[in-house]
């Protein structure tokens, strides 16, 4: 069982990551990692701290000369902002004292950790609820997606919408009418989305997206979106209908429910396929070229709860950011009178980012799934398993039911 853990504050000295569970001899480079990261800190509408920060994950321990050796693997990204919080979030007891927070904004996770954890500041909380820890999922995650990459599974993303802009022309019409070109992937569907400063995949919709952005900027506002993660070349059979855990539809919707400020999964059709006839919903079942496929991809890729082989398609919705430079009110909680909300620096939209951290949840999700079926202590035994399985799988179905 694949697992990981991260570790550190917003503005603390960095982020950590500890990832274990996988095969010995995947060639995993830094390089590979910053890639990622850097994919996330892009998107028109960010922040002031995307201006100071520059993400680089330094890799501590669990390979040596580029490949995993099956321990741990320890990552740790630096705070480049923390020499100027060195006092505020200061492991031990300060000369001066600082400046104590007690005034929650709406939206964040402020009064709600301060009365869950009966802090006497907001600052502990902001703290380690803030997106930042995100940076050290995306580092963790891109070992799974360098994991799948050896057996032909790319995970891939685009933004949808943004502050309700969509596109004329929707391109999830082609994810579910399984009508994609042969040579489509996760990877080739990226390469269209990055080159977008919002991640679109229509000139237009940009223009218009940023046009929305740019008057939230002058409003002291923020923007949601939707996004769509597809993860393609999986093989049949991930996942199970037998135990809730088991289950891959509902383990990838936790694990983009678990990303801050999404309020909202779909698979395939999702909240669409409620308003259908079952006749419109349900992907007929053919055998072409001795594989099993289907005409339609309504189901996005997973029927009960197991995968089909199709690529697997997830969408997203991501709520407003939460800070506001026109702050909503609030109370103050040394005087439980009405204020202003307090401002925190903050991106006016991060719904470009959200996609990429979704893509490596996604990415986690499925490789542990994957090692949960075919195992292996070294990346030639998974391999050995995963063709064995592959080979013989139609094979296999053909000589039982000849049989019977």
């Given at each position: 069982m694949i697992n990981f853990v991260t570790s550190g504050e917003s503005h603390g000295k960095g982020l950590i990551a500890v990832v274990s569970g996988f095969p010995a001899n995947l060639k995993i480079t830094e390089s590979e990692i910053n890639e990622?990261?850097?994919?996330?800190?892009?998107?028109?509408?960010?922040?002031?701290?995307?201006?100071?920060?520059?993400?680089?994950?330094?890799?501590?321990?669990?390979?040596?000369?580029?490949?995993?050796?099956?321990?741990?693997?320890?990552?740790?990204?630096?705070?480049?902002?923390?020499?100027?919080?060195?006092?505020?979030?200061?492991?031990?007891?300060?000369?001066?004292?600082?400046?104590?927070?007690?005034?929650?904004?709406?939206?964040?996770?402020?009064?709600?950790?301060?009365?869950?954890?009966?802090?006497?500041?907001?600052?502990?909380?902001?703290?380690?609820?803030?997106?930042?820890?995100?940076?050290?999922?995306?580092?963790?995650?891109?070992?799974?997606?360098?994991?799948?990459?050896?057996?032909?599974?790319?995970?891939?993303?685009?933004?949808?919408?943004?502050?309700?802009?969509?596109?004329?022309?929707?391109?999830?019409?082609?994810?579910?009418?399984?009508?994609?070109?042969?040579?489509?992937?996760?990877?080739?569907?990226?390469?269209?989305?990055?080159?977008?400063?919002?991640?679109?995949?229509?000139?237009?919709?940009?223009?218009?997206?940023?046009?929305?952005?740019?008057?939230?900027?002058?409003?002291?506002?923020?923007?949601?979106?939707?996004?769509?993660?597809?993860?393609?070349?999986?093989?049949?059979?991930?996942?199970?209908?037998?135990?809730?855990?088991?289950?891959?539809?509902?383990?990838?919707?936790?694990?983009?429910?678990?990303?801050?400020?999404?309020?909202?999964v779909e698979i395939g059709l999702g909240f669409q396929a409620a308003n259908s006839f079952g006749s419109d919903v349900h992907d007929e079942i053919i055998f072409k070229k001795d594989k099993f496929t289907r005409r339609t991809n309504n189901a996005g890729g997973i029927e009960g709860?197991?995968?089909?082989?199709?690529?697997?398609?997830?969408?997203?919705?991501?709520?407003?950011?939460?800070?506001?430079?026109?702050?909503?009110?609030?109370?103050?909680?040394?005087?439980?009178?009405?204020?202003?909300?307090?401002?925190?620096?903050?991106?006016?939209?991060?719904?470009?980012?959200?996609?990429?951290?979704?893509?490596?949840?996604?990415?986690?999700?499925?490789?542990?799934?994957?090692?949960?079926?075919?195992?292996?202590?070294?990346?030639?035994?998974?391999?050995?398993?995963?063709?064995?399985?592959?080979?013989?799988?139609?094979?296999?179905?053909?000589?039982?039911?000849?049989?019977?």
């Open positions: 990622q990261l850097k994919r996330r800190q892009a998107g028109y509408g960010r922040g002031l701290r995307m201006k100071i920060e520059s993400d680089t994950a330094e890799i501590f321990s669990g390979i040596r000369f580029n490949k995993s050796i099956g321990s741990p693997i320890s990552m740790l990204i630096r705070n480049k902002d923390w020499e100027n919080w060195t006092e505020k979030m200061s492991v031990g007891i300060t000369k001066d004292p600082v400046e104590i927070i007690s005034i929650p904004r709406p939206g964040h996770a402020d009064l709600v950790g301060t009365l869950k954890y009966d802090y006497d500041d907001i600052r502990n909380s902001i703290e380690r609820s803030s997106a930042r820890e995100t940076a050290a999922r995306v580092a963790a995650c891109t070992v799974a997606r360098i994991f799948l990459r050896e057996f032909g599974i790319e995970i891939g993303s685009y933004v949808e919408s943004i502050g309700g802009i969509y596109p004329k022309n929707n391109f999830s019409g082609s994810l579910f009418t399984n009508s994609l070109p042969k040579f489509f992937s996760g990877f080739e569907l990226n390469k269209l989305s990055d080159a977008s400063s919002v991640r679109v995949l229509d000139k237009e919709q940009e223009k218009k997206v940023i046009n929305r952005i740019k008057l939230a900027k002058k409003r002291g506002d923020s923007l949601g979106g939707t996004f769509f993660v597809v993860a393609t070349g999986l093989p049949v059979g991930l996942g199970s209908f037998s135990e809730i855990d088991s289950r891959l539809d509902s383990e990838l919707s936790k694990s983009i429910m678990s990303i801050q400020a999404v309020k909202g709860s197991i995968s089909t082989g199709l690529p697997v398609i997830i969408r997203g919705a991501m709520k407003p950011i939460s800070t506001l430079m026109t702050p909503l009110n609030t109370v103050d909680l040394t005087t439980m009178k009405k204020v202003e909300s307090r401002r925190e620096r903050s991106d006016f939209v991060a719904v470009p980012a959200c996609a990429v951290i979704a893509e490596s949840m996604v990415a986690w999700t499925i490789a542990k799934f994957f090692l949960l079926k075919f195992g292996g202590d070294s990346l030639a035994e998974t391999k050995d398993n995963y063709n064995n399985y592959s080979q013989k799988l139609v094979g296999r179905v053909k000589a039982k039911f000849r049989k019977s």
